[in-house]
């Protein structure tokens, strides 16, 4: 029965059965006697041969073998490879097999091969072999000189020439660098745009893609195929899609809240006619947009990209350096100094359905986001998901409620307004803006008159939990009423910019805030039209006294204790030193404060309530 097997094997047809003579005795010369096949041969010829010559047909072999496909002109398939998805590249043509030579074929035609047989052609997974990688092939060679461009969709479509050749030059292809993992999903023949994705439903099962049979379908079904896609389902249906792939699953009974697939009931192969379904984006993203994916905490994951298909994709480490690292966990909200980075095995590998987004990314260090740097918006030929990049970030340097303003040309004065909660930066959304801008104006040492406030989309850092409700007249952020809660409208287009006018002061002007009263408080002073702070080492009540008489009081002997500023309004000057003489501080010593910024030293004082002639 092993020869009856190969027999049928080569004519790629099922074996039914083998019997001595059962069509008949042949006539003339029997040239081969004696058949020893141990079943795995593709051929005849590969099994052992007796040969003779005999012309006693009484022991001629019959062999009945069912009814075979019906192959297509044109038809194709990959032959002798350890998986289904690489081999010698056969195709049907007038009626029998036969192989291509591997000459102009190239990648262009190893594209077209795989896009006829049903794989992912968006990644460039595809490669070719030459001199019959996967063993020669018998027969016909149908093939020779073949030309594709790359867009064709069956390789019969490709320029190509017929004539006589040898074996030995056998074309092969491998449709996959990356062996897809069991149960991943795509949509093949997919169309993309900003809002939907759409296609036939394949999976791959047991070493091989195949389609789903539509019995049973239900909403729950396609909701976790486009789950475990990253999209939102909304139709089981869409347009018919032709495929020669077989139904490797059928019956499938999601409940709705499956992840994947793979994790509903299903049962193995079946009939019916294939899957096609179409997907929302999740949350449709805008090209350069960034997050982290499969990390333990929020500042540490996979790093992904939304390409110019708004699709999300990793992103390849070729190249990769600390300042790269460093301007993605800006990009984040967290610490300034350099992150850690890592390959992909440290946060789960990524299924590749999603694209690689971007390689070879080339940054300084001082971008705000990756959005800033330059990096090759797609990787071919030397990136795989086993390249993609992965982060850590170290917390960002501030205290929760600092508050400061990223601008986009070095304005101090205005831009993305940024708050500090649990050792990360992130902006707020918009909610009565017009007396926060106030308050945030006042709080960063600007005018207490009418900031400008508006919106626009930038995303990158999350949006922070928080809901404020401002008056105007309020210090600082924080003393407004407020929620840990982001509003129920908010969106990525909707977070709060200002833009402060400078303070109508002059410097070395010196006020009192935060006091009980107008004659007592936390000691601000002012430089290039903006208040800060006084940091209080050394301070006496020699330097109490200018302060008051500069303001048109006396000082008291009496130490007063203020409530600091927050990190988000500079600190000036520091070690100030007067002789009591003076008439402002301006006329004492001190030394400009360059990188101090810790306000638990602002310095306090109380002055009498009479004022004094100046």
């Known amino acids: 029965m092993s020869e009856a097997q190969v027999v049928c094997k080569q004519l ?22 004696s058949v020893n096949c141990s079943g795995s041969e593709n051929n005849v010829t590969q099994c ?9 047909h009484q022991n001629d072999v019959g062999v009945k073998c069912g009814k075979g496909a019906d192959y297509k002109h044109g038809d194709i398939r990959l032959v002798g490879g350890s998986y289904s998805w690489e081999g010698r590249v056969e195709i049907y043509l007038e009626g029998e097999w036969g192989t291509i030579t591997q000459y102009y074929a ?6 077209v091969v795989c896009r006829q047989l049903g794989y992912d052609t968006h990644y460039g997974f595809d490669k070719d072999y030459y001199h019959a990688h996967f063993g020669e092939g018998v027969g016909t060679i149908h093939l020779n000189f073949l030309e594709c461009s790359g867009t064709e969709y069956r390789l019969v479509d490709c320029y190509s020439v017929s004539s006589l050749w040898y074996h030995t030059q056998d074309w092969s292809v491998g449709c996959l660098n990356d062996v897809p993992e069991e149960g991943e999903v795509k949509l093949f023949y997919s169309s993309y745009n900003n809002y939907f994705s759409s296609g036939l439903l394949q999976v791959w099962l047991n070493g091989r893609w195949g389609v789903v049979s539509d019995t049973v379908w239900t909403i729950e079904n396609t909701n976790a195929v486009c789950r475990q896609l990253g999209r939102n389902g909304i139709t089981s249906t869409d347009s018919d899609y032709s495929t020669d792939l077989p139904v490797v699953m059928s019956n499938v009974m999601c409940v709705g809240t499956e992840s994947r697939l793979i994790d509903c009931p299903y049962a193995t192969g079946g009939s019916g006619s294939p899957v096609s379904l ?36 990793t992103v390849c480490n070729k190249h990769w350096t600390q300042a790269v690292s460093k301007v993605a966990c800006h990009s984040f909200g967290y610490g300034y100094e350099e992150g850690s980075y890592h390959t992909y095995s440290t946060f789960n590998r990524i299924p590749a359905t999603l694209p690689i987004a971007a390689d070879y990314v080339r940054c300084s260090g001082s971008e705000n986001s990756l959005k800033e740097c330059t ?18 970030c170290p917390p960002a340097n501030c205290e929760d409620r600092d508050v400061r303003l990223r601008g986009t040309a070095g304005s101090e004065k205005g831009g993305l307004v940024l708050v500090c909660i649990n050792k990360r930066w992130g902006p707020i959304c918009q909610n009565n ?17 009418d900031g400008e406030y508006y919106w626009k989309g930038e995303r990158g850092m999350p949006v922070q939990n928080l809901t404020l409700h401002c008056r105007g007249d309020e210090s600082r952020l924080f003393d407004c009423t407020y929620s840990r809660s982001a509003p129920s409208h908010c969106t990525y287009y909707e977070l709060t910019y200002i833009s402060c006018e400078p303070a ?38 020699i330097e109490s006294t200018v302060v008051c008489n500069d303001l048109g009081y006396e000082a ?53 309530k009479c004022k004094i002639a100046k």
């Not at 052992?48 to 006693?56: A, I």
């Not at 990096?375 to 998901?385: D, G, K, L």
């Not at 803006?433 to 008159?449: D, F, M, S, V």
Request: charged residues 20%; negative net charge; hydrophobic residues 30%.
């Open 504 to 541: 109508s002061c002059t410097d070395g002007q010196v006020r009192l805030v935060d006091g009980a009263t107008d004659v007592e408080g936390r000691v601000e002073i002012c430089f290039n039209r903006r208040w800060g702070t006084i940091s209080g080492d050394g301070w006496t009540l």
């Open 375 to 392: 990096y090759f918006s797609h990787s071919f030929s030397e990136c795989s998901h086993n390249d993609d990049i992965g982060i850590i």
């Open 12 to 33: 790629e047809l099922p074996l039914e059965g083998s019997v001595p003579s059962p069509y008949g005795q042949g006539s003339g010369v029997i040239r081969i006697t």
């Open 278 to 313: 179409r997907c929302t984006f999740l949350a449709p993203c805008a090209h350069g947009d960034v997050r982290l994916t499969g990390g333990q905490s929020e500042n540490e994951g996979r790093l992904e990209i939304c390409n110019s298909l708004s699709v999300w994709g």
């Open 106 to 111: 190239g990648k262009d035609g190893a594209h």
């Open 433 to 449: 803006n017009e007396a926060i801008t106030k308050t945030l104006c006042r709080q960063l040492g600007y005018t207490n008159r």
């Open 48 to 56: 052992s041969l007796s040969m003779g010559s005999s012309s006693n």
């Open 556 to 608: 008291t002997g009496n130490d007063y204790s203020v409530r600091p500023a927050t990190n988000s309004m500079p600190v000036f000057i520091k070690t100030v030193r007067c002789s009591g003489r003076q008439l402002s501080l301006l006329e004492c010593g001190f030394r400009i404060n360059l990188t101090h910024s810790v306000h638990l030293e602002d310095v306090g004082v109380k002055c009498k």
